[in-house]
């Protein structure tokens, strides 16, 4: 169906069209992953995390001489997409954790997930293994940021962003603009999920978050000519973030970031700087 015949239906049938964006919003799609990412992690040292009426899908690897790096991945991302930085930090003898997001990957596959969901865990997780070390992917950023907003008694030395969105609500408008319906759906939407939430959901951004969170140093690497996450974002956070560095890069785009070695060099050197 066309975009401009959604946009049309969903003008006259609001409440069934609201149903399906908020589905969409709250339910992440899967992808497989590549056999070398697979690889990767049937390495790991895996167990289980009772959160809620769920269970979250965790991989170790423990080196016992560098501290240990979380990592976070992004919305309908999985810990594999992390593999070539796994092997990297682990070259580099740092003990490594990271997770499938609630309703990703391996985790239990639930009604519905969302960024508070996310954050959640990510709390939970640094709090469990003391971590002081993070790298996060893409939406990644906006839940762990979120979960330290909210934990101010967590200190992190170093937080890295490959990548990072600013405000949430652009998060609805992707959605918004990839099923095609009406502005009057986003914000009968958007009202549906603040009640649930009883938040302000256009009070949440990267950039405010970063005004209250504990970490000594953080560095956003993002590609100029990113076309899933315009570097924008980045530039917006980084004004806002009195600790933070954003670092311009090229040729990455917004998922091959997670794979060059150049990033993986950047990476390396912050984390042990």
């Not at 954050?119 to 939406?139: D, P, Q, R």
């Not at 970063?210 to 924008?232: A, E, M, P, Q």
């Not at 091959?256 to 990033?263: G, N």
Request: charged fraction near 25%; aromatic fraction near 8%; proline fraction near 2%.
């Amino acid at each position: 169906m066309k975009k401009k015949t959604i946009r049309i239906l969903s003008t006259i049938l609001p409440r069934s069209f609201t149903n399906f964006a908020y589905r969409k919003l709250t339910n992440p799609q899967s992808h497989k992953l590549k056999k070398n990412e697979a690889t990767n992690m049937d390495s790991a040292s895996k167990s289980r995390l009772k959160f809620k009426s769920s269970e979250i899908q965790l991989y170790q690897w423990k080196t016992g001489e560098q501290p240990t790096v979380l990592l976070v991945h992004g919305w309908e991302g999985q810990a594999g997409n992390f593999s070539s930085i796994i092997s990297r930090l682990l070259s580099e003898n740092f003990s490594v954790i990271t997770f499938d997001g609630p309703s990703h990957g391996l985790s239990s596959k639930n009604s519905g997930t969302s960024l508070f969901e996310f954050a959640e865990v990510v709390g939970i997780i640094i709090k469990e293994y003391n971590i002081k070390k993070i790298v996060s992917h893409s939406f990644g950023g906006v839940a762990t940021m979120y979960s330290l907003s909210k934990n101010p008694s967590l200190q992190i030395d170093k937080y890295i962003l490959l990548t990072t969105p600013n405000k949430f609500l652009d998060r609805i408008d992707t959605v918004i603009e990839e099923v095609g319906i009406s502005n009057k759906v986003k914000h009968t939407l958007i009202s549906r999920l603040e009640k649930e939430l009883k938040m302000d959901l256009s009070k949440i951004s990267v950039a405010n978050l970063s005004r209250t969170v504990n970490v000594k140093n953080g560095l956003i690497i993002h590609d100029r000519f990113d076309k899933v996450l315009s570097i924008k974002e980045s530039e917006a956070v980084n004004d806002s973030w009195t600790n933070c560095t954003l670092d311009a890069v090229e040729g990455t785009g917004h998922f091959k970031i997670l794979k060059a070695d150049f990033v993986h060099d950047k990476i390396i050197t912050f984390l042990k700087d």
